[in-house]
Structure formats: structure tokens, C-alpha cells
């Protein structure tokens, strides 16, 4: 089955610098990778996906990168925020035969020191 | 629109004692999932309905799990007899298309003592 690897487990950025969390997957037939952010006490929240038929995606201040050759996948947060504090997951989505189920990375939890 | 809902949000019980866990997903969203947080580890996927028939129960841990939808609406999750090891945070999720983001709910934290 698929396995997914996160890194860092923490984070911690000064204010108004970047932050980068890195996931690689096992399964070359995954074909959608969504990131999900759960702030302290609330639900997983989706804030950016990409499908492999595509390298880069981004949404303002949150870019996704994927190379599919090396199986692997970034978020990259730029001029972060305080609000940006909180554990971040990265997840690989794979059909397989009807199947369709997200394997998620461990997380990574993000602190954005004022 | 409401999102995706679950009930209770805390449950604390004994070994060896039963507990059953609600998921009301986004109406119209036929693909319902649940998935385990234990331990601060990864979420890890459980099973998936569609409708009311389930898709894939490959994660399902072992038999005293069970879950069921009846009528291809909400969702429930009992654990029978519970383990120590049960212990997490019980997510549930929707989706109007496989393939398509999942909407999660807020999660049941359940503590087995």
C-alpha cells in the first residue's frame, strides 16, 4: 500500500520568513496530493491541493510542488503569519481499482515565533 | 451550508465497554470516510462508504470495529469491546466525488481508561 513520509515533525519560523514541509510517497499511481491544516482544538482543513498532471500550484502566501519522478511534494508558506501556527498534513490519494483512500503523513507542527 | 458533523465530541469510558460514534456528513455527499488519529501519529485512513455500501474497510483495525450507514445518510462507528489501544481522535469526512477534497468533521476524541 502507500506510505507517506513528512518532514520536519516541528517547525518553528520567525515571522515573516518561509517555511518548508517536505513528503514523499511510495506509490507511483497516487494521483492527487492535498495539504490539510488543523489549528489547535479544530478540524482538518484543506488549503491546497495538486494533481500529478501538474508541477507547481499556487494561492497566494501557499505554494505546492511535485515531482513525480522522485515522488515527492512540498508546501511552502511564505511571509508567515502568526495565524499560519499549527500542524500541517500532507496526504497522497490513490484509486486502485475502486478504491480510493488518503494516506496521510505524520504532520508537521508549524509555530510562528512573533 | 452546514459541514461535515460528529457526535459526541469527547467520550471517555471503561475497558471492555461499548461506544458508538456519529458522523452526519455535507448533505448530498455520497462518499463518507472515517479515519483514526491515535497517539499524535499519523491520520490513518479506516474505511470508506459509498452511499451506504462500504467501498473499502481495508483499515479497519480488527473485528470490534464496526460501522455502518444506513439508508446512505449519516454514519456510525462502534467499538465493541473497547481496548486501551482505541485511544485517538476518531475523524469523519465527506465528499461529493472520489478524487475530490475531503470535508472533515471536527473529530471525537475518545479516551479508553
Known amino acids: 500500500g502507500e506510505n507517506v513520509e513528512q518532514h520536519p515533525s516541528t517547525l518553528s519560523v520567525q515571522e515573516g520568513d518561509s517555511a518548508v514541509i517536505k513528503c514523499t510517497y511510495s506509490d507511483s499511481a497516487s494521483n492527487y496530493f492535498p495539504w490539510y491544516k488543523q489549528e489547535l482544538g479544530k478540524r482538518p482543513q484543506l488549503i491546497i491541493d495538486i494533481r500529478s498532471n501538474v508541477g507547481e500550484k499556487k494561492d497566494q502566501r501557499i505554494a505546492v510542488t511535485l515531482n513525480k519522478t522522485a515522488k515527492h511534494f512540498s508546501l511552502h508558506i511564505t511571509e508567515t503569519q502568526p495565524e499560519d501556527s499549527a500542524v500541517y498534513f500532507c496526504?497522497?490519494?490513490?484509486?486502485?481499482?475502486?478504491?480510493?483512500?488518503?494516506?496521510f503523513g505524520t504532520g508537521t507542527r508549524l509555530t510562528i515565533i512573533p | 451550508e452546514a459541514g461535515v458533523t460528529q457526535f459526541p465530541s469527547h467520550s471517555v469510558i471503561e475497558k471492555g465497554q461499548t461506544v458508538t460514534l456519529r458522523c452526519d456528513p455535507i448533505s448530498g455527499h455520497d462518499n463518507l470516510y472515517w479515519y483514526r488519529r491515535v497517539m499524535g501519529k499519523e491520520i490513518k485512513f479506516l474505511l470508506h462508504?459509498?452511499?451506504?455500501?462500504?467501498?473499502?474497510e481495508s483499515g479497519m483495525p480488527n473485528n470490534r470495529f464496526l460501522a455502518e450507514r444506513t439508508g446512505g445518510t449519516y454514519s456510525t462507528l462502534k467499538v465493541q469491546p473497547a481496548e486501551l489501544e482505541d485511544s485517538g481522535v476518531y475523524f469523519c469526512?465527506?465528499?461529493?466525488?472520489?478524487?475530490?477534497?475531503?470535508?472533515f468533521g471536527p473529530g471525537t476524541r475518545l479516551t479508553v481508561l
Open positions: 496526504a497522497a490519494h490513490l484509486t486502485n481499482f475502486g478504491n480510493e483512500k488518503l494516506t
Open positions: 469526512a465527506s465528499s461529493l466525488n472520489p478524487g475530490t477534497e475531503q470535508f
Open positions: 462508504f459509498v452511499k451506504e455500501s462500504k467501498q473499502d
